[in-house]
């Protein structure tokens, strides 16, 4: 028997949802084929087949989240049964950590017990030995709950002292409601959406940075491009190009918080944020500071639209180190966006005005500007240095025929 298993499609992928199963129980499928769509925390995936066999024992339905290494069907080859007991009840975090525990070559070290022993003699799940790593438990002194008396992490946290922080859980308040009251409830990717904002701004020491940036230019160059008739290249892409080339003036803000380190990344991956009818997704343009304006204005706009028909892998939407929110075409005068993690800035951009400007010469000039802002993680990027960024940002913008080279 072959199990079909929730699959790890990322590093940061804790959990899946099943969109749809896309065979049936009873239906022989081969080793590769796919037969289901799984939708993660960026995107919705094709689910594979770990083997070739017939498809039974199928244990969750659409719609359906469970943790990744959790069982959601099975494979039998002729003559094989399922094993007793199988699908009895539903898979749990604990069968989660339990199959994750048999996964070969865990990356999760073994904690040395507090009596000098290794405590990878005692058979406890990855998450059970971190835990017990960091409220200084002896694994060996634990009762294990999990299947074969495995020590999960909630044995961990009932044999640790009672003082151990917990994490603080999201409050709701409540509201009673009235008759013309309904509720809607929430897709996946606006559950997503909320968790991942709202772990940001409550675990990230956010601060913003304003700048008012003249356009004139830029729209000339525009102009000068259509006129050519070598196509349409939008503010968002010079913005996207400058951010990149400023992020590899200043490394140091290309940076991810990693406790008692910093995490310099060695490439520029900008993060677009596109907005979709049932939430928000952030495809990434890799290495976009070696990219010319041209075909940054290409990749963003074949991102964008493969975002909307949700038709993006994992990869384009994976490894920003740096991420850009546009407004500007919803009529703002400014706005903030919220840190994507791991990066430690975003830059959003708001919409262009005409303004009535006094000049260096005291000329007064109808100029066309907009405003940007950055949030940085205050954890890695010190106030002058958020300013200093900006500036330099603001600074290829204004002289953009520097962003064609």
């Known amino acids: 028997m072959t199990e079909v298993i929730m699959p790890k499609m990322g590093d940061g992928m804790e959990e899946g949802t099943l969109v749809e199963w896309l065979k049936k129980e009873g239906d022989a499928v081969k080793s590769g084929e796919v037969i289901g769509n799984i939708q993660t925390d960026k995107a919705t995936l094709e689910l594979e087949s770990p083997g070739s066999g017939t498809l039974t024992g199928i244990l969750i339905q659409a719609g359906e989240t469970v943790p990744v290494g959790v069982p959601i069907a099975a494979l039998l080859k002729s003559g094989e049964k399922l094993p007793e007991g199988w699908g009895t009840g539903k898979a749990t975090a604990d069968s ?3 199959a994750r525990a048999d996964t070969p070559n865990s990356d999760t070290p073994a904690p040395v017990a507090s009596n000098g ?3 990878s003699r005692v058979k406890a799940s990855p998450l059970a030995k971190k835990m017990a790593a960091q409220l200084g438990v002896d694994l060996a002194s634990v009762i294990g709950s999990g299947p074969g008396g495995r020590i999960v992490e909630k044995d961990v946290r009932t044999a640790g ?6 994490a603080a859980k999201a409050t709701v308040p409540t509201i009673v409601a009235t008759a013309s009251d309904s509720t809607v409830a929430l897709n996946r990717l606006r559950q997503i959406t909320a968790k991942r904002t709202q772990e940001s701004k409550q675990q990230v020491p956010h601060f913003y940075v304003t700048v008012e940036v003249d356009v004139e230019k830029i729209l000339s160059l525009r102009a000068m ?3 050519e008739g070598s196509g349409k290249v939008s503010i968002n892409d010079f913005v996207v190009k400058a951010c990149a080339i400023a992020l590899r003036d200043m490394p140091n803000v290309n940076s991810a918080f990693q406790g008692q380190n910093l995490l310099q990344f060695g490439g520029v991956h900008v993060g677009i944020a596109v907005a979709l009818e049932d939430g928000l997704t952030v495809p990434v343009l890799h290495n976009a500071d070696q990219l010319s304006l041209r075909a940054i204005s290409a990749k963003v706009k074949d991102l ?11 990869d384009e939407l994976s490894g920003s180190t740096f991420s850009v929110s546009n407004m500007g075409m919803l009529d703002v005068d400014n706005f903030i966006a919220i840190i994507n993690q791991p990066n430690s800035a975003i830059l959003a951009i708001s919409s262009v005005r005409k303004k009535v400007v006094a000049m260096e010469d005291d000329e007064i000039e109808i100029r066309s500007r907009m405003n940007i802002t950055c949030s940085f993680d205050h954890r890695v990027v010190d106030g002058a240095i958020g300013a200093k960024f900006i500036n330099l940002v603001r600074g290829y913008l ?3 025929s520097r962003l064609l080279a």
């Open 225 to 227: 491009f259509e006129e």
């Open 96 to 98: 989660a950590e339990a």
């Open 398 to 400: 204004e002289n953009p």
């Open 117 to 119: 022993s290794s405590s």
């Open 304 to 314: 964008a639209g493969r975002a909307k028909d949700n038709k993006l892998g994992l």
């Open 161 to 166: 002292p009672s003082s151990a922080p917990v």
